[in-house]
């Protein structure tokens, strides 16, 4: 199993200004995963990140606006910049870990939620 | 397009009831099928998965679903509701190797 922690678990943020969120993983994983949860819907894979790579960002998300840093195996931060009020969800770190009880098991971490005023 | 579909965004059900969260998967999603529960203010944890060696799949906390390729379903299903069960429940398919995508969600409520 993975236990993830996430900082901060809520923030209450100015328009245009940007919020980093960490997260850490008690064990090295390869890769870690960043969703966004908007209010009142399911969860949306932002990006892939790799460590000592460029992260994958998925339709629709640019590396302009949630630039993501992976600087080792159990590390990673996602940061909201430029924040206007579409921004406000839940953001939630995720990695995968293989073997155990049901095989591959993705984890996460507990959010963020982010509202922009 | 790959996707899953869950049937009703808010179940009701009261305690000791039968609960049952549909979820449908388009035909072309590969046999690989997951479902989440997030408690209030929670992260996501895994209830079960399908990965094509058993049709039926027993989960945690007494969830069980069961895979119907004739339906293209993978229902998620408790004998008796508890009031600890409520929360959002998502069904989910691995897209690739390790991409998650989520349904839209179901928000179970418990009834005393």
């Known amino acids: 199993s993975a236990v993830i922690s996430q900082k901060p678990s809520r923030d209450i943020c100015q328009r245009g200004t940007s919020l980093t969120i960490q997260c850490q993983v008690d064990?090295?994983?390869?890769?870690m995963f960043w969703y966004r949860q908007q209010p009142g819907q399911s969860l949306t894979l932002i990006a892939t990140a790799n460590q000592g790579s460029e992260a994958t960002y998925e339709s629709g998300f640019v590396i302009d606006k949630f630039p993501i840093s992976r600087p080792n195996l159990t590390f990673s931060t996602l940061t909201v910049s430029n924040m206007s009020p579409e921004d406000s969800s839940i953001y939630l770190c995720s990695v995968e870990i293989l073997g155990g009880p049901v095989g591959t098991e993705a984890f996460f971490g507990q959010g963020t939620r982010l509202t922009v005023v | 397009a790959q996707s899953v579909t869950q049937l009703g965004s808010h179940v009701s059900v009261s305690e000791g009831a039968l609960v049952l969260l549909r979820c449908n998967y388009s035909s072309s999603v590969p046999p690989y099928l997951f479902w989440y529960v997030q408690y209030p203010n929670q992260g996501l944890q895994l209830l079960l998965k399908y990965t094509s060696a058993a049709t039926l799949v027993k989960g945690i906390n007494g969830f069980e679903a069961e895979f119907k390729k004739s339906e293209t379903s993978f229902h998620l299903t408790k004998p008796s509701a508890h009031m600890s069960d409520a929360a959002e429940y998502f069904c989910a398919f691995l897209q690739g190797a390790q991409k998650l995508v989520f349904g839209q969600g179901t928000r179970l409520t418990i009834n005393p």
């Open positions: 064990s090295q994983v390869t890769m």
